[in-house]
C-alpha cells in the first residue's frame, strides 16, 4: 500500500522565515528569563531602556518607539509604576509624562552585567562577523516590514554603540 503523499508545507519548515522567526523568539524569550529571571519582561525591558534613553516622553511616543498599541504600553506602564519603576505624570489632553524612578534606574543598572551575558549567549554560537550581519539583517528586516514610519527605529537608537 502506497504511503500517503506528503503535505508540502511541512516539508519545508524550517526554510519558512515565519517559522524561523517564531522559534528564534521562543528561543529569545527563553534566554532572557534565564539570564535576567522572572521580575521583567522583554517588552517592560524595552519600555525602561526607552524611558532611559528619553526620560520624560508620554506614552503615545513611547508605543510607537517599541512598537507597541497604545492600550498595551498603558496597561505595561500601571504595572511599572505599580513596581515603583516608573513614575507617570497627567498632562493635559489625558496624555502622561513619564520617567523612570531612582529605583526603576537602580534596577536597570543592576540588569547591565545580566544584559551583556544575554548579549553573550543569544550571539555565541555564531562567529564574530556572523553576529554583525545577523543583527545587520534582523535591523533590515524590522526597519523594511514596520507597518508604520512612526516606529522606525529611532536615530538616537540606531546610534547607539553596538558590542
Not at 524611558?51 to 512598537?67: C, F, M, N, S, Y
Not at 549567549?121 to 555564531?126: C, G, H, K, P
Request: proline letters at 7%; one cysteine or more; a positive charge.
Amino acid at each position: 500500500m502506497p504511503s500517503p503523499a506528503p503535505d508540502p508545507l511541512s516539508l519545508d519548515l524550517y526554510d519558512q522565515p515565519g517559522h524561523l522567526i517564531r522559534r528564534a523568539q521562543q528561543i529569545a524569550s527563553q534566554l532572557f528569563r534565564d539570564v535576567l529571571g522572572p521580575d521583567v519582561t522583554p517588552v517592560q525591558y524595552a519600555i525602561l531602556r526607552m524611558l532611559q534613553e528619553a526620560p520624560g516622553i508620554d506614552q503615545v511616543t513611547l508605543a510607537r518607539l517599541v512598537a507597541l498599541d497604545n492600550s498595551t504600553t498603558a496597561d505595561i506602564a500601571a504595572r511599572l509604576e505599580s513596581k515603583g519603576w516608573i513614575h507617570r505624570e497627567l498632562l493635559p489632553r489625558r496624555q502622561r509624562c513619564l520617567s523612570l524612578t531612582t529605583e526603576g534606574e537602580a534596577m536597570l543598572a543592576a540588569f547591565v552585567p545580566n544584559v551583556h551575558e544575554l548579549r553573550q549567549r543569544m550571539l555565541s554560537a555564531l562567529e564574530p562577523g556572523e553576529q554583525a550581519e545577523f543583527k545587520r539583517l534582523l535591523r533590515k528586516f524590522v526597519q523594511l516590514h514596520d507597518a508604520s514610519e512612526a516606529t522606525q527605529i529611532p536615530a538616537k537608537a540606531r546610534t547607539v554603540r553596538r558590542k
